[in-house]
């Protein structure tokens, strides 16, 4: 792979990078597609669910969850690659998901239907534990996006879009988030999908600010990559997780399908310290 270039082209909406063994895995939502390619560039579909938002992440024992967010379903993809009910999430407008490293999914809201045209309300998220049991464990958040969980399973970020803000949760023994902190004030910028490194910074990407921007725990901006399109996601991966991957495209809320047809792409970078946690 080149130092910096387009990955994959000619996708829709595409969203939730996710490395995992060997190859990287993201959602075609405009497709309905969740999609695995690796770093010669060849894709393959390994799941298909008609969703929008559609997001994944690996259970540590390698099976997929999906969330579904139309059906208000999380789902699990078997080794079989057939999909099965993990947990259900009751209702609609689910977005984003994490799995720590004890198999806990962390799954959020915005609160409310932006394509409807609904009142702004405030976001929450929920933690489905491994025997399918579902509880709300965070309240109040500005349309929550991205989230990560550090290495250490000891603290879980969330992208509030709409607070221009990363939010930091202790989490404890139990899954139960407790501690809120401001993790970094963003200025002008509205984070979407996020990731962590190695040296406890946070990637994010941003769609209207078209880069992908490094910050330290206090705001400092470390470093920034620039897109020619809208950035929705980002995650570090690679055989030594030092490639940033970007989910992008054109930004157009006045289409319903939100980006013009074939938009989408992956784009890589490589960067100097490696990624960490998850996703």
């Given at each position: 792979?080149?130092?910096?270039?387009?990955?994959?082209?000619?996708?829709?909406?595409?969203?939730?990078?996710?490395?995992?063994?060997?190859?990287?895995y993201f959602s075609d939502w405009t497709a309905g597609e969740v999609i695995a390619v690796d770093p010669a560039g060849h894709t393959e579909v390994v799941a298909r669910v008609k969703s929008l938002p559609l997001c994944s992440a690996w259970l540590?024992?390698?099976?997929?969850?999906?969330?579904?967010?139309?059906?208000?379903?999380?789902?699990?993809?078997?080794?079989?690659?057939?999909?099965?009910?993990?947990?259900?999430?009751?209702?609609?407008?689910?977005?984003?998901?994490?799995?720590?490293?004890?198999?806990?999914?962390?799954?959020?809201?915005?609160?409310?239907?932006?394509?409807?045209?609904?009142?702004?309300?405030?976001?929450?998220?929920v933690l489905a534990t491994a025997d399918g049991t579902v509880r709300r464990v965070a309240e109040d958040l500005a349309f929550p996006n991205g989230m990560a969980v550090t290495p250490d399973n000891a603290t879980l970020i969330v992208a509030e879009?709409?607070?221009?803000?990363?939010?930091?949760?202790?989490?404890?023994?139990?899954?139960?988030?407790?501690?809120?902190?401001?993790?970094?004030?963003?200025?002008?910028?509205?984070?979407?999908?996020?990731?962590?490194?190695?040296?406890?910074?946070?990637?994010?990407?941003?769609?209207?600010?078209?880069?992908?921007?490094?910050?330290?725990?206090?705001?400092?901006?470390?470093?920034?990559?620039?897109?020619?399109?809208?950035?929705?996601?980002?995650?570090?991966?690679?055989?030594?997780?030092?490639?940033?991957?970007?989910?992008?495209?054109?930004?157009?809320?006045?289409?319903?399908?939100?980006?013009?047809?074939?938009?989408?792409?992956?784009?890589?970078?490589?960067?100097?310290?490696?990624?960490?946690?998850?996703?």
């Amino acid at each position: 792979m080149e130092e910096r270039g387009v990955l994959v082209a000619g996708r829709g909406l595409v969203e939730a990078p996710r490395w995992h063994d060997g190859r990287l895995y993201f959602s075609d939502w405009t497709a309905g597609e969740v999609i695995a390619v690796d770093p010669a560039g060849h894709t393959e579909v390994v799941a298909r669910v008609k969703s929008l938002p559609l997001c994944s992440a690996w259970l540590p024992d390698g099976r997929l969850l999906i969330v579904s967010s139309a059906d208000g379903l999380l789902l699990r993809r078997e080794p079989d690659g057939s999909l099965v009910t993990h947990a259900d999430l009751n209702g609609s407008g689910w977005n984003d998901i994490v799995v720590d490293g004890r198999g806990n999914a962390y799954v959020n809201t915005v609160g409310f239907d932006m394509t409807a045209g609904e009142a702004v309300r405030p976001g929450h998220v929920v933690l489905a534990t491994a025997d399918g049991t579902v509880r709300r464990v965070a309240e109040d958040l500005a349309f929550p996006n991205g989230m990560a969980v550090t290495p250490d399973n000891a603290t879980l970020i969330v992208a509030e879009s709409y607070g221009k803000r990363l939010t930091a949760f202790d989490i404890g023994g139990d899954g139960n988030l407790t501690g809120r902190r401001v993790f970094a004030d963003l200025g002008d910028d509205p984070p979407d999908g996020i990731c962590v490194d190695a040296e406890g910074a946070v990637w994010y990407a941003t769609v209207p600010g078209k880069r992908c921007v490094r910050v330290a725990d206090g705001g400092r901006v470390l470093e920034t990559v620039q897109l020619d399109r809208g950035g929705f996601a980002c995650a570090l991966g690679g055989p030594d997780r030092r490639t940033l991957f970007v989910t992008v495209a054109e930004w157009r809320p006045d289409l319903p399908e939100l980006v013009p047809a074939g938009s989408g792409q992956v784009y890589a970078a490589r960067v100097s310290v490696p990624g960490a946690g998850w996703p």
